[in-house]
């Protein structure tokens, strides 16, 4: 089984990573955290990898820290979360937030997840609560309150940003200003301009 992968990424996109090495080049399913931390094409790349062996298929699932494939291992002994779906659940949630979410019981931010419907949510807190006692977790911010917050969210991820990055990029522009959390058009510029 392949464990680990060393060389030189050929390329990269949401989702997916070409590594060469050994003059083989890997296709590797990659979660958003991990492609947005991979270096550029043509440097060398790290990828700590989980192999999947189906009768028909032969996946390579890539993770750039060691703590996130963890939890995609733990993530994927659930019924009904299959690599896909858990690749899915750490794009759409870091690590820190999918382990929080599941200790806290927090249904409501699992089911942000596409794929991840209510009893989705609730098995993976019944199944993992008691089974990430070993996953050092950072405090998570707390996020940014206001009338326009969640309808400056809501647009961001209708144009297709990412959910974690319109987030981060919501707390940034009210970081520098509070006001803008009450005005949904200076807030939305705003965060534009942080996340391009």
Known sequence: MIAHLRGTLIQKQPGQAIVEAGGVGYDVVISVPTFTA???????????????????????????????????????????VGPKLAITL???????RTVQAIRSQDHAQLTRIPGVGKKLAERLVVELKDKLDDF?????????????????????????YQRV????????????????????????????????
């Open 165 to 196: 990055a319109a987030e981060k990029a919501i707390q940034q522009a009210v970081a520098k200003e509070a006001a803008l959390a009450a005005n949904f058009d200076e807030l939305f510029r705003a965060a534009l301009k942080v996340i391009r």
């Open 90 to 96: 750490l794009s759409g949630l870091s690590p820190d």
């Open 38 to 80: 991979l270096p550029a094409v043509g440097a060398e790349a790290r990828l700590h990898i989980h192999t999947q062996v189906r009768e028909d298929q032969f996946a390579l699932f890539g993770f750039l820290e060691r703590e996130e494939k963890r939890l995609f291992e733990k993530l994927i002994t659930v019924s009904g």
């Open 136 to 160: 050092a977790v950072a405090p998570v911010q707390t996020s940014v309150a206001g009338p326009a917050v969640e309808d400056v969210l809501s647009a961001l991820t209708n144009l297709g």
